[in-house]
């Protein structure tokens, strides 16, 4: 019985994979708005029913999508902080938003899914968070470990915003000033418009060298969070 219940189990992964891979070939085909289960399951030699058996809903087959997209950009990111070591928080900063970038540039059908025009009719559930998380909670973490070891600069905030961000601190990082916090959420909403720029071809005739242009200014995105000691 173990064996054949392994057996059923390895097929469902396999079955599971190959749903979604050729949902991601739609996706980069036909956008988030049209992927169909039905046409899902035609390509793959499926009835619908049986394909409802793993995904009972368009919205469920998105919200996978979704997930391993926020997964594999953080685990792109995750990496290359990793690999950074006990370096100035500047240069891990950067390699972080250089992961990034480079994930979204090699993956721009599931950059779009994830942080370009909402899906009309589609409410991403709570279980999308978390991995939606992992990015911004890893530059958070180096400005966390640069505020402990050697400290932060930090710009006032005016007044009229400190309630929202003590608000924000609280939630967030409550171990950190609001200060920090404060620009760190701006920043996390700067260096994705900066790669959806890039992805979804904006910088055309404006931007030549994309990749000096991007570490320059997600360095200057670092220091406007207070990294600026070596």
């Not at 289960?37 to 499926?46: F, I, K, W």
């Not at 919200?63 to 953080?74: K, N, R, V």
């Not at 070891?149 to 000033?177: F, I, K, N, S, Y």
């Amino acid at each position: 019985m173990s064996t054949a219940r392994g057996a059923r189990a390895r097929a469902r992964i396999e079955v599971t994979a190959a749903i979604k891979d050729e949902a991601r070939r739609q996706l980069a085909a036909e956008g988030a708005a049209r992927l169909s289960l039905r046409a899902v399951a035609r390509e793959l030699g499926m009835v619908s029913s049986a394909l409802y058996r793993y995904f009972p809903s368009r919205d469920d087959l998105l919200t996978a999508l979704i997930i391993d997209a926020y997964d594999s950009l953080g685990e792109a990111a995750e990496a290359a902080g990793a690999a950074t070591g006990d370096i100035a928080p500047v240069r891990r900063w950067v390699a972080v938003c250089e992961a990034v970038r480079r994930w979204a540039l090699a993956h721009p059908h599931e950059y779009a899914l994830i942080y370009g025009s909402p899906v009309p009719g589609y409410a991403a559930p709570e279980t999308t968070v978390p991995p939606a998380a992992r990015v911004g909670l890893l530059l958070i973490g180096i400005v966390r470990d640069a505020h402990r070891r050697r400290g932060v600069a930090l710009t006032p905030v005016p007044a009229e915003l400190q309630p929202e961000a003590r608000r924000m601190a609280a939630e967030l990082a409550p171990d950190l000033p609001p200060e920090a916090v404060t620009v760190m959420v701006a920043s996390w909403a700067q260096l994705y418009g900066l790669v959806g720029f890039e992805v979804f071809g904006q910088f055309n005739k404006v931007v030549e060298d994309r990749e000096a242009f991007f570490r320059h200014a997600v360095t200057q995105l670092a220091h406007g969070v207070g990294l600026v000691f070596p």
